[in-house]
Each structure stands twice: as C-alpha cells, then as structure tokens.
C-alpha cells in the first residue's frame, strides 16, 4: 500500500464494510462486532479480536420495520435490517455498551434471538463523575474480561493487553494529527478523508492501518500550510456513516473542521495513561463524553465552546439522527451556550438509511449565506 | 437594468422580472409538471413579456427553490431561506419574522433591523403543517383549495383536529364529515392544525415582530386569521406573497451587477 493512496484506501473501506469483514474472516480473524465506543476495544483486541465497529448500513429498511417501532433510530433499524440480511455473518460475538434505551433495548432483543454468538453487555454507568460510578465500570470491564475468558477459555494476558493498549494509542494520537493537519491543509486532506479514516480505523485491525496513516501524515511534515480562508463548521451529533455533509460544505465553500461525533472525534479522543483495565476504565471518564452520558450539567457545554474556540469555528452543525433522544434533550441548552459564545448553529436531522433530502442541502446553504 | 429571478419550488415555479434592483416589471406563477425545464422556459417568457423585454436583456439570473441546482440558465443558486428574507424585507422593511408555508415545508426566518437572515427553522419530519397538507385536506373534503380561505371566514368555531400526521388527520376528517360537522368549522380547525405546527417550529426562534406571511399558502386567509388567533400576534402579508422568493432571487441577481 503506498501512502500517497491513504485517501483513496481508506475511502475504499468505509465504502465497504461488509467487504472488509469477510476479508478478515477469509484470514480466520476473529471478529468481535460492538456498537458504542464505550465498548472497550483494548481487551477485545488482547483476546484476540479484531474489533469491528457496527455502524448500520442497510439502505432500505424493511424487514426490521417488522420488528422494532418506527420511532427508533434508524441506526439500530438499520443495524437489525443488516443482521436479518445476514451482512454480518461469520462474525463471532457482539458487544454491547449502555448507553441510550433504544440501544439496551436492542441487546436485549438481540441476545434472545441470537443464542449461538456470543452477547454481551458492558453495563457502562451513566454518570461518569464521581468515584463509585469510577468502581462501578472498572468492575464491569473487570466482569467484561472473566466473560471474555470463560469464553475463549483463555486468561487475559497482561502483555497482550499492554501491546493492544499501545496500538490503540497510537492509533488514536495518528487520527488527532490527522484533524490538526487537516486544518492546516484542508484542500489536500479534505474533510471527507477525516470521516473515511475514523470508520475505516473503526473497521480494522489498527494494525493495518497506522502504519500506512503514520507514513500518509509524514508527508505533510515539510509543507508550507495552505492559506485558506474557507468558513469553518464544525459537526456535533451520534454517529454519522454518511460522507454528503462533508461534500457538501465543500461544494458551498466551507470546511468541516473538526467534530464531536462518536464516528469523529470522540471515538479517538484521550489517551490510556496506565497500560492496565483501570487504565482504560479511566480514559472513559476523561475524555469528551456523548449525550447520554452525564458528567455535569455545563460539561458539553464547556467542552464545545472550548473546542470550538481552539479551532477557530464560524458555526456548528448539530447533526443528529432523527429521534435520538438523548441529543434532542440536549439540543437547546448546547445551542444557547454556543450562541452566547457568538457561534452560530443549525440543528440537521438525518435518517441514516436515506439519501440526503433538499432541505439538508437548503439548510446548510442557507446557514453559510448567515455566515458570509 | 434588467434581472431575473426564478424560484423553483415544489408545487410552482415562479419569475419575477425586476428593473433596476427597484421595480417589478413582470412577474408569472405556474404548477411546476413533470418537466421543470418546459416550464420554467415558459414562465420566463410570460414574465419577460409583461415586462416588454427580451431574454438578451437580462443581465443576472438567480435561482432558488428546491429545483436551483437543475436550472442551467441561472448565474449562480441561492437558498430560498435567503431569498424569502431578501424579497419579504424589500417588500416590508418592517419585518423581523417571516413565516414561509409552502408546498412541502414550512420556513420560519428571523431577520436583523438591516433585512439580513440571522436566524431560521424549516420543519423536516413530515408534511404537517405545509401546503400539501391542505391538499390533502381539500381531496378529502371535496373542496377547491383556493375555497378554503372564504369558506373558513364563516366559521363560528375551530374544531381541534387532534392528529398532526397528515394521513391520520385526513382519517379525522373524513369522520368529522360523518358526524355532520359543518364544513367551515373544520376548515378552520384544519388552518388551527396548520398554525399551531408552524408556530412550534417558530417558538424555536425569538419571534419578533412584524411577522410577515409569504409563499402560496399566504393567499388563504383563514391562514392569516389561524395564526393570528393561535400565536396572538398581528400578522401582515406582501403584495403576491407567492413571488416573494423569485423576488429575492431578483434582487440578488440585481446585487451581482453591482459587483
């Protein structure tokens, strides 16, 4: 693989993730399939398993419809749509974290009807901001390893674990170099390669991935950073699998220049300190935390504005999946704090299984004719 | 100095022919058909002719609506958000708050003291509270659309339709019309429906007033009385509400000469 292709690869694999699964499988990987970062894919990876992040593909959801109420999100529709269209076949086990009901709901639905993978929950705490939430997820990643070790009948081997705590730190501190030099040279590292990175490092052993990512990023070491004077939008919401929001704003002129999506930044942010479970229980609670986590009432808020700040934010995007709960509560008081900070914003909704409609190309055309 | 503006909208595809960046010299509203581009062509050259002007004579042209992106003879597209705030300032500088409904989506759009968009919402989830809805509703009912408005004024109550699905709501009625409900009264409680949707997507902004009424369904008046009753505010509407985003496309394009 040469570097000079990273854009081009990476968007290969997020194009097509399916693919990349039954190449894994073809290998003989194990593939354990999870669905919310809060799922620890340091231990996984220790036991073996290549983490394969389930983001929900399916274009047309039909047969989930029979299954679950239309006012889920459509990524867990599209996520049963993909297992009921058997996308995910060979995969040996899906992990689980709490987060929203929709997605408990899911594990719960899940497990039931799938008693040959094995199914697991990592009853993550809610609050995430005092020492007996702290105990109670080390416990549960503790409980998470036994588990994982009555299954495979192996013991968890501390070198292991250290060596994937390393890989996984490596990848997170390439993927924040990424963002900054993108800043820096966003004609040459498009918004749109920022996205196909984060899925496709979500998607693969990092293995396969920071090597070509740490030689694609050396090249920009030498380079003079463009001068660009484009507006500068920054993306908050779930996950998003969909490139359109970061082609768009370049079509309108802007940059998508940095994000706290749970498929952006928050996937990479922070690093373990201690190569230990502890350690990784610990990283939860420092790094930026989603909607349906709670550290404290200002904490987003806090977060955002001072995000924003640093890299130099005209206006943020809040894009969120229709009937998200967890964001739509916290919708208003993000969109005050930022406003009182003098940024802008502009709530999108989006149905990750349909093609982008008028109104979003209308909305985010519109919020850049504010912004000019 | 002649410009055009296009607005290529769901339901209708309208010209306004402007001079000058000043006065309106021509103007044409048309259902928009199957083939947009036969009748974007053919509202040109009624606009051009109620102007007395030739297609050579347009200096810019600016399009808006849904369809811009496909209109090959615009110099540049434009967010119809910003061509209701542009047109419907141009028309009544006094306005703060503009209230678009039209065929598929209801805009509200908050304007600064200098006529500039600062702020706006588009509802997205269904076609409640729009132009089609009362489509719907006028099928169901058996009557004109452009009936609604009169009929509704004699109205001597609003009945609550208690639905906001368009589908369940068209099923309201169809029993409100078996229980032998007059139909005024349920016209008004449709345009009730239809106000208290748009004035929840409104809440969301600060709205100041004047709130100004643009877009097709503008021309209905029981709209007017709706969310004058429902949102206690004063609501003024333009001269041929229905051509204020092609207005603003003029005006634009009318902008783009000057630079």
Sequence with gaps: MNAKNFPEIVADICANPYEQLKRYKAAGKNIAGYTCSYVPEELLDAFGYIPYRLLGRAQNIRQADRYLQTYCCSQIRSLLEDFINDEYIGIDAVIFAHTCDSMQSFHDIFKRNNPDIFVKNVNFPTSINNDIAFRYALAELKNFAAALEEHTGKTLDRDALVESISVYNLNRGLLDKLYALHRSYPKEIPGVTLHHTVVASMISDKRDINGILESYLGTFDENEPEDDKRKRLMLIGSINISEDIYLLADEFGAMIADDDLCTGRRYFAQQVTEPTIEGVARRYFSRPHCAAKHRGLYSREHYLTGLAGKCGIDGAIFLYLKFCDPHSFDYPDLRKGLEAKGIPSQLIEIEQSLAPSGQIRTKLQAFLEILE | ?259
């Design chain 2, 1 to 259: 100095m002649i410009t055009l503006g296009i607005d290529l909208g769901s339901n209708t595809i309208k010209t306004v022919v402007l001079e000058d960046g000043r006065d309106v010299l021509g103007s044409c509203v048309r259902k928009s058909g199957y083939d947009t581009k036969i009748i974007t062509d053919e509202c040109v050259r009624e606009a051009l002719s109620q102007a007395g002007a030739k297609f050579d004579d347009i200096k810019k042209i600016v399009a808006t609506g849904y369809g811009r992106v496909s209109c090959d003879i615009a110099h540049k597209e434009i967010s119809e958000i910003t061509c209701h705030g542009k047109g419907a300032y141009f028309r009544m500088p006094e306005a703060r708050t503009i209230i678009d409904i039209g065929g598929q989506d209801s805009k509200v759009i908050s304007l600064s003291d200098n006529g500039k968009v600062i702020d706006f919402v588009m509802n997205d989830k269904c076609a409640a509270g729009t132009g089609r809805f009362l489509e719907v509703m006028a099928t169901a009912l058996g009557v004109a659309l452009d009936d609604f408005g009169e009929i509704s004024g004699k109205a001597d109550k609003m009945i609550d339709i208690s639905n906001t699905c368009t589908v369940f709501a068209e099923s309201e009625v169809i029993s409100l019309l078996a229980r032998r409900e007059p139909v005024e009264n349920i016209i008004a409680g449709l345009h009730k429906s239809i106000a208290s949707r748009v004035l929840a997507l409104a809440s969301r902004l600060r709205i100041q007033e004047p709130v100004v009424l643009t877009g097709g369904v503008a021309k209905n008046l029981g709209i007017k009385r709706a969310l004058e009753t429902v949102g206690k505010i004063n609501i003024g509407i333009p001269v041929s509400p229905q051509t204020i985003g092609a207005l603003g496309a003029a005006l634009h394009a009318y902008a783009l000469t000057l630079k």
